[in-house]
Nanobody, 116 residues
Framework: QVQLVESGGGLVQPGGSLRLSCAPSGRIFSIYLMSWYRQAPGKQRELVATIGNSGTTHYADSVKGRFTISGFNAKNEVYLRMNSLKPEDTAVYFC??????????WGQGTQVTVSS
């Protein structure tokens, strides 16, 4: 069973930047959408950004202009560049892949903490 492995989380000061990465543990096919979600303590998981296999991107209003998603490279990796981080961006971040004919894949999550 292919798994998604995230990395790049950590502690950063307000205004700082982080780059999250997500890679599959093995070969994977028929991906049509790559996404990043986040879940803060006591809150529901929310969609942060998506990128389709055509290159179309979508962002939550709260991160527009600060976060950039990229993906669908030769290794089927997805990245989330996060700039101008705010304390309210603190959450566990999850990557997810949607595939034709298969259930979505989820990563295990990586913690992002924005604090001075």
């Amino acid at each position: 069973q292919v798994q998604l492995v995230e990395s790049g989380g950590g502690l950063v000061q307000p205004g700082g930047s982080l780059r999250l990465s997500c890679a599959p543990s093995g070969r994977i096919f028929s991906i049509y959408l790559m996404s990043w979600y986040r879940q803060a303590p006591g809150k529901q998981r929310e969609l942060v950004a998506t990128i389709g296999n055509s290159g179309t991107t979508h962002y939550a209003d709260s991160v527009k202009g600060r976060f950039t998603i990229s993906g669908f490279n030769a290794k089927n990796e997805v990245y989330l560049r996060m700039n101008s981080l705010k304390p309210e961006d603190t959450a566990v971040y999850f990557c997810s892949y949607n595939r034709y004919g298969s259930a979505p894949l989820w990563g295990q999550g990586t913690q992002v903490t924005v604090s001075s």
